[in-house]
């Protein structure tokens, strides 16, 4: 490592940006950021995009949990001394109260804000297919989709918004932790799904599939399986009544009339519970707001999985 990319342990050596102005040499130096340092870098933070909340209770939380490393992402001053990029990241090591070591570069034309960030963001999907993962794409939906579930709440993967935040570093240790579950839920969402015409997405049959089948497994493939072809139901059949829910509205749907997923997934739980007791179902419908406002169905039986360690 030269001077120039020398290590500041405490971030005592580094006394802050250079100004020299036009023409100056840009520098680099892997620096240890604490909150105090943070605060200090952020009061140069006068010109700088708006502040995604989201993100920067992501990285906070990757920083709290001990899974944020040097990664060659980097904090940015213009020759000017402003802050042109790492706001967020600062932002976080003053929330979480974690130090974090980073590359900081000073001296670049302050024109150069127009080009950070300008690539496509890496997703999980990306990561995932770095990693050999076939389908990644799917498996990344899927993974997102049952994290939220087991992690956040049944409800969650569907829309509706929650103050647990995942990031992506959580839904990657879950993908880790259960990798063959989730690959098997996404061969059941693609399967069921195209043998009864999408009623359901891929990911919303997926998921469903797969808390279902922890319940019960001989259950979850029954009650799928008849979903998608309709087989010896008769009427009054919770999976019939929900078949024929599902397809009127598959086909209000396709004349311009929307239904949210997680109206379809709380009428497949509703069938599901039913199913499962024994009892009949006429009508299948769910009020997730107004007067008649229902809690969002929870399947009998169920307990959320641990956190992936």
Excluded at 166 to 174: K, Q
Aim: aromatic share 6%; with cysteine; hydrophobic share 40%.
């Amino acid at each position: 490592m030269t001077d120039d990319m020398r290590m500041d342990r405490d971030g005592g050596g580094w006394k802050g940006p250079r100004t020299e102005g036009p023409g100056m040499k840009p520098g680099c130096r892997l620096v240890h950021i604490t909150p105090e340092l943070a605060s200090r870098m952020l009061e140069s933070n006068d010109r700088n995009r708006p502040i995604h909340e989201v993100k920067g209770l992501e990285y906070a939380k990757d920083m709290a949990d001990g899974r944020w490393g040097v990664n060659g992402a980097t904090i940015c001053f213009d020759w000017n001394g402003r802050l042109i990029d790492g706001q967020h990241r600062l932002r976080a090591c003053v929330k979480s109260g974690i130090p974090f070591d980073v590359f900081v570069i000073d001296g670049l034309d302050p024109e150069s804000i127009l080009t950070i960030d300008g690539g496509a963001a890496r997703n999980l999907a990306d990561v995932l297919r770095i990693e050999g993962e076939a389908s990644s794409r799917a498996v990344a939906a899927l993974a997102t989709a049952d994290a939220r579930w087991n992690l956040v709440s049944p409800s969650a993967p569907f829309g509706a918004g929650s103050g647990n935040i995942l990031t992506r570093t959580d839904i990657h240790d879950w993908y880790r932790a259960h990798a063959d579950d989730i690959r098997a839920g996404v061969r059941m969402g693609r399967n069921i799904g195209s043998a009864c015409g999408f009623l359901l997405s891929q990911t919303i049959t997926g998921v469903l599939w797969l808390n279902l089948a922890r319940i019960d497994s001989d259950d979850a493939d029954d009650f799928f399986q008849r979903l998608a072809d309709g087989a010896g139901l008769e009427e009054g059949s919770p999976i019939l009544t929900l078949r024929n829910t599902l397809a009127r509205l598959k086909a209000q749907r396709d004349n311009g009339i929307g239904t949210t997923p997680r109206y379809k997934a709380a009428i497949t739980l509703k069938a599901w519970n039913r199913y499962r007791r024994g009892e009949r179902a006429m009508v299948l419908s769910w009020h997730g707001g107004g007067s008649k406002r229902e809690p969002f169905p929870t399947p009998d039986g169920w307990t959320a999985l641990a956190k992936a360690a």
